[in-house]
Each structure stands twice: as structure tokens, then as C-alpha cells.
């Protein structure tokens, strides 16, 4: 029997990043992954929000955005079936980067692997038993089964985790009995796209751009780039699909023609899913020594949030299993992870929710709740504090008395004696940092006794504090301004141990 540090159960976007973050804070993660190869279904199409941010202070955003082929799209995302405009916003609170779920997973696999991650494709977790110091997992390998043991396992093996369910953990929430299908195909032969957007369709007159609501369905459509058109239906449906078994061009041109009521051409598919939507949330993302993290911890009912909070997941979680491992974590250090995700989750799951709502309704109660959220989405104030929802940039984890505790680092630019620096560039190789932004010896003095724990003396314009302690994953763990440095020991005390 094998001894390893960390056991990473899946290799989606989740496990991939953990495995890229625990290498990073200098633990060796062994990922296992029942699919012998990099899967290609068509899943997201893009990811955004505050994970972006926390990428490119690693220095991986540029590669990602590198690897984006299609054209970016303007910064308009769905809101329960309304829009949120960011288009005229000179900083929206939420981006996106055009890229396809297995062209991102491609480059988290190279990541984890150049530094150093062992990702084994093809072995299938079985059985997870754990006790007060280890975890074993039984294993279903190329070569037969086998057992490994850990120190702590994670499942990021996603909605139907079993990791999970072995470890006794509850998911508990709503299945919605919905089936919703998107399509990107080229202009089909017989329509015709009117100069207004509209489009003509023999036997069924203009359909109108956006959402056409009928007694069967929703049915929405845009453009996509000249010549393709994405298509949308929602429709009423008790099944259970599994996300990795793809749509074809038969099945989705069956449920627009059930929606409008009609036969609809269809051009040539470019990219064809199928989704239904959960409202779920483990009851706890860990358990002993396992924990859970990404699609394995929460399920929200609307498109465009999951991989940011499953990444994000990813981030929070590695450095602290990596205190564990190396044995200086604080009491209480790994309860945190529940504490802190189980709480950004919970604040996902609300506007998720509150869009099924906006969504789901059918009768002019719901046209008229419509209305009302759509004009309110015309307001710039409203539009900022929505989009920074869906983004997650709102997230302040709890506890801390300062303002600043417990919100993401705002990329300052630093000027130091060596010259200028950044958060981002600070926070590079996923360390804890503390940046004196007023001239302190005496908090400087205190952090020195912490030598886990970076230091840098430096000015910027408008500093937020006199000083920030960063942690790893970007967020801040203690602000101080005329706080007396025992406030900092204590905070040091309670994260770096
Ligand atoms: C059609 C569609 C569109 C989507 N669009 C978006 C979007 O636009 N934006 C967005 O943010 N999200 C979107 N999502 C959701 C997004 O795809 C998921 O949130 C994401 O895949 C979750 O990543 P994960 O790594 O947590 O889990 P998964 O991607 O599910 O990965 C889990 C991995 O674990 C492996 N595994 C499972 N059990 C075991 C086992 N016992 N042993 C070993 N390995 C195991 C699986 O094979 C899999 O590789 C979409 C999903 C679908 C289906």
C-alpha cells in the first residue's frame, strides 16, 4: 500500500486546480480519474467571475486567454432568463473568457502536471474508509484494484459524487423537473434573418429575437457570429440526464419543434448541450479527513456560476490541507474551508434561486415580476450590485472586525525599494504575504517571527490600510489601521499557526 499526502478524486476543472494549488503550497496530491482520457463533451462554454481575478494573479490567466479562438462576446449575461448589461460599465464587476470546458481542463491538466501533480486517468475510486490520522481509498485500476492512503481525500468527482456518499455527507436541495438545451448551429437553409434580428420560418411566421415563452416551453435565440446562431429551448421534463452523455442535432431539433409547435430547420452543429438544473449544497464539505469541493459540494439552478465556485473551492481549500499536512495548521484552520465556501455557496445558491423564480413562472404574477426586475436592470446601480453577485466579488468570508477581512486583495500597485511590484505579482507562488503599505517596523517586527509568511515594505496611491495579511488563495485575513500589533499576532496566530 502507497502512502501519499493528498487524494484528489476527479480530474474535472475542480480537481485539476486542487491538484495545481496543493503542488503550488508543496504537497503531493495523486489525482484518480475513472476516464482514461481527457473527456471532449461540450460542457461550459466559458468561465468568469473572481476566479479570473485570483488566475491571473497566479500568472495562468494569459494562457487561458491565449487558448481562447472564438471571438469575446460583449459583457451581457443571463439573469433568469432577463439580461444583465455590463456593456456600458468602464469596470464591470464580472467577466467572462470564451473558453470551451475541455480546452480548460487541457490546460489545468498541464499545469498540475508541470508542477508536478501525479493525475492517473483510467482508476476509478471504489471505496473510501478513514480513521483519526488517514484516509484509504479502494481503487479500480487499468491493472486491477488496489488501495492508497492519505493523509486527506478530496471528491471533486462531481454531481453524483461518491466520495460523498461514502464520506456520509448530505445533499440536500431540489432537482427541478426541467431539461434545457442550447445549440450553436450555422444559418439554417430556409430562414432567414431579418435586418431587425427577427427570423422568418416557413410555416411559422417571424420568431422573435430574445425568448419566445409558449404553453410548452421557452424558446430563445441570438446570433453568435456572423452565419451561427445559438438556439435555446426550456422545456418541461421529468428526466434525469447524464451530463456526459451529449445531445444530438435530432434530439434538440425534436424539442424546438414540441416548443413552438412546428418544424424548425436546423444549419450544421457547432456546439450542441443539455443541462437540467439542481438546487443542492452539501450539508457539510467535509467530513474527518475527507472533504468535497466543486459540482460534489453544490449544484445551483442557472448557468454561468459553477466553475467559479468550484475553482474557487479548489483555491480556498489547498493551503489549508497543506497546513495539515505539514502540521502547522491552527485549530480550526480546516473548519474554515465548510465555513467560508459552504457560506459564498449559500450566497450563489440564493440568486440562482431567486432567477428560477424569475424564470420558471408562467402566469402574469410572474410576467409582471419580470417586468419589474428587467426595469430595475436598466439602473446602473442595480446593475453593478447584480453583476458583482453573479461574479462572487461580493463574497466577504465572515469574522474579522475591519472592513477589509475576508474580501479579495485588490490589485495595488506596489513601489518598493527593489522597484515596483503588485498583489498579483506578490501572490504568484501562492504564499501568505504581508504588505506593510505605511511604514511599520513594529507590525514588520511581529510577522518576522512567522517566517512562512512574506513580507513587503511598500508605497501605493491610496492605500485601502496601513497594512494587509494576504492569504494564499488572495483573500485578506487581517487590515490594520491604528490597530495595535497584538491584533496582528493573534491573527497570525490563528491562520499561519
Ligand atoms: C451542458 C453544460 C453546460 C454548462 N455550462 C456552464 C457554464 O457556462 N459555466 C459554468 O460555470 N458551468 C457550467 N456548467 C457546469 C460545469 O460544467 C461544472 O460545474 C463543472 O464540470 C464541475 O467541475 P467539477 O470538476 O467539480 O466536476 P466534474 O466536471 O463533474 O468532474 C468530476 C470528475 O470526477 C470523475 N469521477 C467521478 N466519480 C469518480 C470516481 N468514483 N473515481 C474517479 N473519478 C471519478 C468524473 O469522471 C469527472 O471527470 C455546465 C454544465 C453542463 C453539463
Given at each position: 500500500m502507497t502512502l501519499t499526502d493528498v487524494i484528489v478524486v476527479g480530474a474535472g476543472p475542480t480537481g485539476l486546480m486542487l491538484a495545481a494549488e496543493l503542488r503550488l503550497a508543496g504537497v503531493r496530491p495523486l489525482v484518480l480519474e475513472r476516464h482514461p482520457r481527457l473527456r471532449e463533451t461540450a460542457k461550459a462554454g466559458?468561465?468568469?467571475?473572481?476566479?479570473?481575478?485570483?488566475?491571473r494573479y497566479r500568472g495562468l490567466l494569459e494562457r487561458l486567454e491565449a487558448a481562447v479562438t472564438g471571438p469575446v462576446p460583449p459583457p451581457v449575461f443571463p439573469f433568469g432568463g432577463l439580461h444583465v448589461d455590463l456593456s456600458d460599465l468602464a469596470d464591470p464587476p464580472m467577466h467572462a473568457l470564451p473558453l470551451p470546458q475541455a480546452r480548460l481542463e487541457r490546460l489545468l491538466d498541464d499545469r498540475a502536471r508541470e508542477l508536478g501533480a501525479e493525475i492517473r486517468r483510467g482508476h476509478e475510486v471504489l471505496a473510501v474508509t478513514q480513521d483519526g490520522d488517514s484516509v484509504t481509498v479502494g481503487v479500480r485500476g487499468p491493472d486491477g484494484p488496489y488501495e492508497v492512503t492519505a493523509r486527506y481525500v478530496v471528491g471533486c468527482d462531481g454531481?453524483?459524487?461518491?466520495?460523498?456518499?461514502?464520506?456520509?455527507?448530505?445533499?440536500?436541495?431540489?432537482?427541478y423537473p426541467e431539461v434545457n438545451r442550447i445549440g450553436q448551429v450555422t444559418v439554417p437553409a430556409g430562414i432567414t434573418v431579418r435586418p431587425d434580428g427577427d427570423l422568418e420560418v416557413p410555416g411559422l411566421g417571424t420568431v422573435h429575437a430574445g425568448f419566445t415563452r409558449t404553453d410548452r416551453g421557452v424558446f430563445g435565440f441570438g446570433s453568435v457570429t456572423p452565419g451561427v446562431l445559438?438556439?435555446?429551448?426550456?422545456?418541461?421534463?421529468?428526466?434525469?440526464?447524464?451530463?456526459?452523455?451529449?445531445?444530438?442535432?435530432?434530439?434538440?431539433?425534436?424539442?424546438?419543434?414540441r416548443v413552438l409547435g412546428g418544424e424548425f430547420p436546423l444549419g450544421e452543429p457547432r456546439r450542441l448541450s443539455r443541462f437540467t438544473f439542481k438546487a443542492r449544497q452539501a450539508s457539510s464539505y467535509g467530513a474527518g479527513r475527507v472533504f468535497v469541493a466543486g459540482d460534489a459540494a453544490h449544484l445551483f439552478p442557472a448557468t454561468g456560476v459553477a466553475l467559479n465556485a468550484g475553482l474557487l473551492d479548489a483555491v480556498n481549500l489547498a493551503w489549508k490541507l497543506a497546513a495539515g499536512v505539514d502540521g502547522w495548521a491552527p485549530p480550526g484552520l480546516l473548519a474554515t474551508y465548510h465555513e467560508e465556501r459552504h457560506f459564498a455557496g449559500a450566497r450563489t445558491m440564493l440568486h440562482t434561486q431567486a432567477q428560477v423564480a424569475l424564470r420558471r413562472g408562467l402566469d402574469p404574477a410572474a410576467d409582471a415580476l419580470r417586468e419589474v426586475v428587467g426595469e430595475l436592470l436598466t439602473d446602473e446601480v442595480v446593475v453593478r450590485r447584480v453583476g458583482a453577485l453573479i461574479a462572487g466579488t461580493d463574497i466577504r468570508y465572515p469574522g474579522g472586525d475591519h472592513p477589509l477581512t475576508g474580501t479579495f486583495a485588490p490589485d495595488l500597485a506596489l513601489h518598493t525599494d527593489d522597484g515596483p511590484t503588485s498583489v498579483a505579482e506578490l501572490l504568484r507562488r501562492a504564499r501568505p504575504v504581508f504588505v506593510d503599505l505605511a511604514g511599520r517596523p513594529d507590525l514588520r517586527e511581529v510577522v518576522a517571527e512567522w517566517p512562512r509568511v512574506e513580507v513587503c515594505a511598500a508605497k501605493t496611491d491610496r492605500p485601502p490600510a496601513d497594512a494587509l495579511l494576504i492569504r494564499p488563495d488572495g483573500y485578506i485575513a487581517w487590515a490594520a489601521s491604528e490597530s495595535p500589533a497584538d491584533a496582528l499576532r493573534a491573527a497570525l496566530t490563528a491562520w499561519f499557526g
Open positions: 466559458g468561465l468568469g467571475g473572481q476566479i479570473l481575478e485570483l488566475l454531481p453524483r459524487s461518491r466520495v460523498r456518499e461514502l464520506a456520509g455527507i448530505g445533499f440536500p436541495g431540489t432537482s445559438m438556439f435555446s429551448t426550456v422545456e418541461e421534463e421529468p428526466v434525469e440526464y447524464d451530463d456526459d452523455v451529449p445531445m444530438d442535432l435530432a434530439e434538440f431539433q425534436a424539442s424546438i419543434g
